[in-house]
């Protein structure tokens, strides 16, 4: 029996949108199940680069580069140096391999996970956005799945509702009693849609705030006293 070539699909994850990073290996079969093969993170990356833990993965899962056919990103919002890093190497991967490449929200890995551990109802997704704000995402999380109550956006930590459970990257520190949940490459995986692949080049970091740009004044022009 001749099988899919779907059904042989290696994925890449990588989430660095964290202060724990991490990359995960998995498996998508035909009846779109992911079974993970291998994965690596690291909370204390100094000197650990992304294609380290790359190679951890690929590693533990028994694999070589070239197997990989998708490579799933987690687009934050959070460490925008960690999600562009991700993005960079997704890049890389499919100039060089001509692999697939689908970008994911951090703050939907970030609710399946609550889902996934038996948290119900209404959930509030929190990731620190500096500048005393906080990027705040609502869900209705069931046994059934997920769906949005509030879109993404920013706003700030004194402004965080207190009417549901709130959970995201040391979401303690601005809520008291919240449930610290970090966005994992495993999950991400668990999540990718290769019918919603992009070139890499497309993919943008969730950044909700405008960017701005100081203008810079015009060349002074300086005397020469000897000619005077």
Known sequence: MKTSARSHMKILALE????????????????????????????DFRGVTGLVLIDRALDKAGLKPAEISLVGVGLGPGSYTGVR????LAQGWQL???????GVRSTLCLAEQARQRGISGEVT???????????????????????VVEPLRIIPVA???????????????FVP???????????LAALVEPRLAAPAE????????ETTFLKAPPPRQIRDKKKE
């Open 16 to 43: 660095f949108s964290s202060q724990l990073r991490s990359a995960a290996v998995a498996e998508l079969s035909g009846n779109r199940i992911v079974n993970l093969l291998g994965s690596a993170e690291e909370s």
């Open 85 to 88: 890093s991700a993005i960079a």
């Open 96 to 102: 060089g391999r001509e692999v697939k490449v689908v």
């Open 125 to 147: 997704v929190i990731v620190d956005a500096q500048r005393g704000d906080v990027y705040l995402e609502r869900y209705r999380l069931s046994p059934h799945g997920r769906d």
């Open 159 to 173: 402004a965080i509702p207190g009417d549901a459970v709130v959970i995201g990257p040391e979401a303690s520190k």
């Open 177 to 187: 009693g919240a449930n610290d949940l970090f966005p994992t490459a495993e999950m």
């Open 202 to 209: 497309q993919l943008e970091p969730v950044y909700l705030r």
